[in-house]
T-cell receptor, first 110, second 116 residues
Framework: GNSVTQMEGPVTLSEEAFLTINCTYT??????LFWYVQYPGEGLQLLLK?????DKGSNKGFEATYRKETTSFHLEKGSVQVSDSAVYFC?????????FGSGTKLNVKP | KAGVTQTPRYLIKTRGQQVTLSCSPI?????VSWYQQTPGQGLQFLFE???????NKGNFPGRFSGRQFSNSRSEMNVSTLELGDSALYLC???????????????FGDGTRLSIL
């Protein structure tokens, strides 16, 4: 079947630290992969996406590369800011359905 | 371009009552999905509508139902409310059905439902 597994949080970092949030998936065929971010009191916002193997999605300093050989789509950012504090969701779409990970909460301290 | 609009933002109900939540998708989007988000269970898929027909369904009891109108607006209804139904209900729209054409889902800010 299809599923997404994310690293458990919370992840606590100091401002300007390097961020990695791990995401691995299980899927048949060729899924598309997404990262969403949810700020307190809001819905999920699309952060970036990749639709085929070796694609790199990027937005607002965040990056993730679609690795089919390791079935991974890890989220990275070189220097986090306090304003990046939020919950991050990894997701895949496959055969007309979306599947979301459980979310990883990121706390960035000044 | 207006985003996904959910109304109301907040609702307080008591056990046994029923509730209807509304979602207006982004103009041109034909698919609307509903999710329940709770601290303990995370994001859980309820159902998806496309062209006024339910196309996908999650593992929720029959008390949870929905519909979609010809203008793609959708409503979700929960009957005989239980304390455990307290959650943030999120609506998401997309161009195609469930990830068709690699299009992402776009979310509204949700309806916070509290059951007393």
């Amino acid at each position: 079947g299809n599923s997404v597994t994310q690293m458990e949080g919370p992840v606590t970092l100091s401002e300007e630290a390097f961020l990695t949030i791990n995401c691995t998936y299980t899927a048949t065929g060729y899924p598309s992969l997404f990262w969403y971010v949810q700020y307190p009191g809001e819905g999920l916002q699309l952060l970036l996406k990749a639709t085929k193997a070796d694609d790199k999605g990027s937005n607002k300093g965040f990056e993730a590369t679609y690795r089919k050989e390791t079935t991974s789509f890890h989220l990275e950012k070189g220097s986090v800011q306090v304003s990046d504090s939020a919950v991050y969701f990894c997701a895949l779409s496959n055969f007309n359905k979306f599947y979301f990970g459980s979310g990883t909460k990121l706390n960035v301290k000044p | 371009k207006a985003g996904v609009t959910q109304t109301p933002r907040y609702l307080i109900k008591t056990r046994g009552q029923q509730v209807t939540l509304s979602c207006s998708p982004i103009s041109g989007h034909r698919s609307v999905s509903w999710y329940q988000q709770t601290p303990g269970q995370g994001l859980q898929f309820l159902f998806e509508y496309f062209s006024e027909t339910q196309r996908n369904k999650g593992n929720f009891p029959g008390r949870f139902s929905g519909r979609q109108f010809s203008n793609s607006r959708s409503e979700m209804n929960v009957s005989t409310l239980e304390l455990g139904d307290s959650a943030l209900y999120l609506c998401a729209s997309s161009l195609g059905l469930g990830g068709l054409s690699n299009q992402p889902q776009h979310f509204g800010d949700g309806t916070r439902l509290s059951i007393l």
